[in-house]
């Protein structure tokens, strides 16, 4: 072996677990997603590290994106940290599923926005939601529109609130003027609110599946650019990983982040990737 390429292997990095939230980092706000972002996403799964998605959206509407981005991963993060996919044969299979009881947090939400749209996500995937959440703009997918009381019925993994009449600054003070206790909250860029179970996030999530790869904490590079993203951003930094804020996030998530790269509408995503796209060891 020659010395360059002694040298080149020694600077190749070990295999990463990379997780990435879709809208917003993966995605433009209109959906759609930049070449040179899918081959970035190519690049990083043919150098040999795990890429998978850690998303606030259900499996319904985030499975379909492994295929537009040709990724197989083992396990897969949906609603916000409560629903890990694992895969099973040519598909995914519910490998853990976190629910509570979100009839309290509903009546108390319901106290302080009567008029917002509500949206329950069950142990099966199934989603009710009542007037006011408005299916095609707020991309729930498959759902049943119910009256509010059938909302808290059953335990559900996620809970998600919508106030259209409020703009992000209004809804965020709204939010913490509640007091939310018992359960795990992000507040959207727009006027949205999920709740989880209590101590349930992307990072909780993200944890159990790092564990279960059996690969080196350290190996951890997270890249997002919402409220939901601060938990694995900082549990990417406790591990002595990496977290990196899109270039459009609030101040305090890059804050969390501690290391930002540029806005989604310049491809942000891709110069992360591509830094780490030498083949592994």
């Known amino acids: ?8 292997l020694e600077a190749a990095p ?3 677990l990379i997780a990435l939230d879709v809208d917003g980092t993966l995605l433009h706000e209109d959906g759609s ?12 799964i043919a150098a040999g590290h795990e890429v998978t998605l850690a998303t606030g959206r259900s499996w319904e509407t985030a499975g379909e994106l492994l295929e537009l981005f040709g990724m197989a991963p083992e396990y897969v993060v949906c609603s916000n940290g409560a629903v890990i996919l694992q895969r099973s044969g040519d598909g995914y299979r519910r490998a853990i599923v976190e629910t509570f009881d979100a009839r ?4 108390m939400v319901r106290g302080y926005l009567p ?5 329950v996500e069950k142990a099966d995937g199934k989603r009710l939601y009542t007037a006011g959440m408005d299916a095609t703009d707020w991309a729930i997918g498959q759902a049943e529109a119910v009256p509010f009381d059938e909302l808290g019925r059953e335990p559900v993994s996620r809970v998600v609130v919508v106030s259209p009449s409020h703009d992000a600054d209004e809804f965020l003070g709204i939010v913490e003027r509640m007091g939310l206790h018992k359960v795990t909250y992000a507040v959207g860029w727009a006027a949205w609110l999920d709740i989880a179970p209590e101590g349930v996030s992307k990072g909780s999530a993200l944890a159990r599946v790092i564990d279960r790869l059996g690969m080196p904490k350290d190996s951890l590079l997270v890249v997002g650019d919402g409220r939901n993203d601060v938990e694995m951003f900082q549990l990417a930094r406790e591990y002595g990983g990496r977290a990196v804020a899109m270039g459009q ?5 890059k804050a969390a982040a501690g290391e930002v790269t540029e806005s989604v509408d310049d491809d942000g995503l891709a110069s992360v990737l591509l830094s780490v796209s030498t083949a592994v060891r």
């Open 115 to 119: 008029e917002g749209g509500y949206m």
């Open 249 to 253: 996030a609030p101040d305090e998530v």
């Open 1 to 8: 072996m020659s010395a360059a390429d002694a040298a080149g």
């Open 14 to 16: 070990d295999r990463l």
């Open 33 to 44: 997603s930049s070449d040179a972002v899918k081959d970035a996403v190519a690049a990083a």
């Open 104 to 107: 309290p947090v509903l009546e």
